[in-house]
């Protein structure tokens, strides 16, 4: 079975401190994404990266930040946590293909900065 | 790519087929249809896609109407677990760059017992 695992489900940091986010696939995919999700706005591309050590800017990068040093893995890092950082975060990763998109997601981790 | 238009929220009751419409009226030759749901508390899960044809696979079947300005994501028995935020999404072909999804705010469904 395909997985994309979360290094946490739930999070909880204060204003100020950095903030690593690790997501890991199994599935030998290209792509990986960084989306976060917030309640009417739905799920908003932070960053993605479509090789190693390879990375684009999403739709709302700022403040944040991205490593992917191997293939399986993709982190996200917030360099100075914010209030207005509280949010549900969400990996994807895809294979690179023609003609379609098919993006598998992992569980998600809920941050909260207090 | 293209924006679509889908209702906030459906019930259904259970057994029932569930209609879910999406309007996408500015939708471009090469830009395809996807339908992804969200579970609570899970992350987004892929269901179909398509470009001009039906198509059908062993979630869900879609209907893309002729001029392919909307379509509709079929559900054809619907039980308690599909109850979920439907997202439609619209398109281009993928290519080297730019394999990203832009999801909107989706429909609640809820599947009525």
């Known amino acids: 079975d395909v997985k994309v695992t979360q290094s946490s489900r739930y999070l909880v940091k204060r204003t100020g401190e950095k903030v690593f986010l690790e997501c890991v696939q199994d599935m030998d995919h290209e792509n990986m994404f960084w989306y976060r999700q917030d309640p009417g706005l739905g799920l908003r591309l932070i960053y993605f990266?479509?090789?190693?050590?390879?990375?684009e800017k999403g739709d709302i990068p700022e403040g944040y930040s991205v490593s992917r040093e191997k293939k399986e893995r993709f982190s996200l890092i917030l360099e100075s946590a914010s209030t207005n950082q509280t949010s549900m975060y969400l990996c994807?990763?895809?294979?690179?293909?023609?003609?379609?998109?098919?993006?598998?997601f992992g569980p998600g981790t809920r941050l909260t900065v207090l | 790519d293209a924006k679509t238009t889908q209702p906030t929220s459906m019930d259904c009751a259970e057994g029932r087929a569930a209609n879910l419409p999406c309007n996408h009226s500015?939708?471009?030759?090469?830009?395809?249809v996807y339908w992804y749901r969200q579970i609570h508390s899970q992350g987004p899960q892929y269901i179909i896609h398509?470009?001009?044809n039906n198509e059908t696979n062993e979630m869900a079947s879609l209907i893309i109407t002729e001029d392919r300005k909307s379509s509709t994501l079929i559900l054809p028995h619907a039980t308690l677990r599909d109850t979920a935020v439907y997202y439609c999404i619209v398109r281009p072909r993928t290519n080297f760059g730019n394999e990203k999804l832009t999801f909107g705010t989706g429909t609640r469904l809820t599947i009525i017992p």
């Open positions: 398509g470009l001009k």
């Open positions: 990266s479509y090789d190693v050590k390879m990375k």
């Open positions: 500015t939708i471009s030759g090469n830009e395809y």
């Open positions: 994807a990763s895809s294979l690179r293909q023609e003609l379609y998109n098919e993006q598998f």
